[in-house]
T-cell receptor
Framework: QKEVEQDPGPLSVPEGAIVSLNCTYSNSAFQYFMWYRQYSRKGPELLMYTYSSGNKEDGRFTAQVDKSSKYISLFIRDSQPSDSATYLC??????????FGAGTTVTVRA | DAGVIQSPRHEVTEMGQEVTLRCKPISGHDYLFWYRQTMMRGLELLIY????????DSGMPEDRFSAKMPNASFSTLKIQPSEPRDSAVYFCASSFFASSYEQYFGPGTRLTVT
């Protein structure tokens, strides 16, 4: 079993829809939770970061962490074609070793 | 800032050849990470350095892989001899201690071993 599980999709939604992404994990030591966005043929870029449990909102993006369920989510409101990318969840304990999910490929149709 | 710079962007080589991938981290960053990304295994951490010193190389797949960081502005990942199963995209990332949750990734090197 992988330490971080993420459904690879693909996920296709119409423009303006809400995109819902999630990951589950098994390592109780994970304290820092991140979402990265990766466009085709590019390196990942940090989108959202959350420490421990809770919610965080940044514009159209909302990240949620439920440590009791070992479950994290990312919501994208009013999705745009420019949001089409692969979204990777990532997490780590107190050291610097990030563990990534497989990534979910999202396509927003105009 | 130019961001993390990697070279070459694409590399095609024959099995058995030596491959050297290069990375220039963002100036002032004190952590450097090497990752490998494949469809089957996703994004995997191979090794990371702090202040040019290797801290954890437990992700390096086997002895054919080696990494060095001779100074704060340069790192190499070497594969010798290369094998077809090494074909992947290799990313370098760097971060700064004070904002350690954010790793800045380079554009990657797409390696194909035939």
């Amino acid at each position: 079993q992988k330490e971080v599980e993420q459904d690879p999709g693909p996920l296709s939604v119409p423009e303006g829809a809400i995109v819902s992404l999630n990951c589950t994990y098994s390592n109780s030591a994970f304290q820092y939770f991140m979402w990265y966005r990766q466009y085709s043929r590019k390196g990942p870029e940090l989108l959202m970061y959350t420490y421990s449990s809770g919610n965080k909102e940044d514009g159209r993006f909302t990240a949620q962490v439920d440590k009791s369920s070992k479950y994290i989510s990312l919501f994208i409101r009013d999705s745009q074609p420019s949001d089409s990318a692969t979204y990777l969840c990532a997490m780590r304990p107190n050291d610097y070793k990030l563990s990534f999910g497989a990534g979910t490929t999202v396509t927003v149709r105009a | 800032d130019a961001g993390v710079i990697q070279s070459p962007r694409h590399e095609v080589t024959e099995m058995g050849q030596e491959v050297t991938l290069r990375c220039k981290p963002i100036s002032g960053h004190d952590y450097l990470f090497w990752y490998r990304q494949t469809m089957m295994r996703g994004l995997e951490l191979l090794i990371y350095f702090n202040n040019n010193v290797p801290i954890d190389d437990s992700g390096m797949p086997e002895d054919r892989f080696s990494a060095k960081m001779p100074n704060a502005s340069f790192s190499t990942l070497k594969i010798q001899p290369s094998e077809p199963r090494d074909s992947a995209v290799y990313f370098c990332a760097s971060s700064f201690f004070a904002s350690s949750y954010e790793q800045y990734f380079g554009p990657g090197t797409r390696l194909t071993v035939t």
